[in-house]
Nanobody, 125 residues
Framework: VQLQASGGGLVKAGDSLRLACTASGGRILSSWILGWFRQAPGKEREFLAHIRWSSGSTFYEDSVKGRFTISKQNAKNTVYLQMNNLKPEDTAVYYC??????????????????WGQGTQVTVSS
């Protein structure tokens, strides 16, 4: 399965963006969890949110809870990340990935095996 992330861009503080992560070359299996991460220059990859493909259950990192929303559209094999009230510190490359890890362990990027290529989000002040 290949993952393609899209939807990034240059926005101003307070704006919104919706990122999409579309899987191709195979089906997303019901047991999979799909996660969104980001990585700013010089920083480690940071977990943002994940969603279980079968149930739609979601989990968020505290730092983005209330501003970011993860969702899925099964028919399009796509997971979204709606980002509202963006801040300059949200500037990073955003990645999606899949894992078959347990729910608790799915915050760790090391648990993910398929990664998309990333999409740049730049938020100006």
């Amino acid at each position: 399965v290949q993952l393609q992330a899209s939807g990034g861009g240059l926005v101003k503080a307070g704006d919104s963006l919706r990122l999409a992560c579309t899987a191709s070359g195979g089906r997303i299996l019901s047991s999979w969890i799909l996660g969104w991460f980001r990585q700013a220059p010089g920083k480690e990859r940071e977990f943002l949110a994940h969603i279980r493909w079968s149930s739609g259950s979601t989990f968020y990192e505290d730092s983005v809870k209330g501003r970011f929303t993860i969702s899925k559209q099964n028919a399009k094999n796509t997971v979204y990340l709606q980002m509202n009230n963006l801040k300059p510190e949200d500037t990073a490359v955003y990645y999606c990935a899949t894992t078959t890890s347990s729910w608790r362990a799915a915050k760790s990027p090391t648990r993910y095996n398929h990664w998309g290529q990333g999409t740049q989000v730049t938020v100006s002040s």
